[in-house]
């Protein structure tokens, strides 16, 4: 018996007490359990309902507002059938962003970039002259590792790399 035992009634005491002695079986066990879990529900008080949260409450601000569905752009007047004139894409037209831009200047596959390595120069040196940016000399040593070799940090006087665009 505990201190505070005085305080049960005395069924609740005799439940106890024979919820102490092992169950026989797996089957006891398992009645025992839903018989402990109902006096439980029973027991427990019944849950509010959740309030809804007002507009400047803090669980408002932290619920996601659903997303709007997107409203389409008004459509332009189509043209009237029957003109003979062939359609011109705007750019706002499915048709124009269909059609990629053309080149301005067509490139040979051959025209690429080179630099001649000259003494005290370092890939990242070469990057932020050549390319502006001296972080992209890992793209300098990928695009040059046949000619480089395993070691990065080892370019020679004379080396041919080619640039990146």
């Given amino acids: 018996m505990g201190i505070f035992d005085f305080l049960k009634p005395d069924r ?7 919820a102490q002695r ?3 079986s797996a089957a006891d066990a398992a009645s025992a359990t839903r018989a402990a879990a109902d006096r439980m529900a029973a027991a427990a008080p019944p849950k509010p309902a959740p309030a809804a949260p007002s507009p400047t409450s ?7 507002v659903a997303p709007r569905p ?6 332009p007047a189509a043209p ?11 750019p706002a037209s499915a048709a124009h962003k269909a059609v990629p831009a053309a080149p301005t200047a067509p490139r040979p596959a051959d025209a690429r970039r080179t ?8 890939l990242a040196l070469i990057a932020r002259r050549e390319l502006g940016n001296e ?3 890992r793209e300098l040593y990928a695009m040059n590792r046949g000619v480089i070799g395993a070691h990065p940090d080892l370019v020679r006087p004379g080396m041919l790399l080619t640039l990146p665009h």
């Fill in 22 to 24: 092992p169950p026989s």
């Fill in 115 to 122: 630099y001649a390595v000259r003494a005290g120069d370092t």
């Fill in 135 to 137: 972080a992209r000399w």
């Fill in 80 to 90: 009237p059938r029957g003109s003979g004139a062939p359609h011109t894409p705007s």
């Fill in 70 to 75: 997107p409203t389409a752009p008004p459509r």
């Fill in 58 to 64: 803090a669980a408002h601000k932290a619920v996601p």
């Fill in 12 to 18: 609740q005491q005799r439940d106890e007490g024979s």
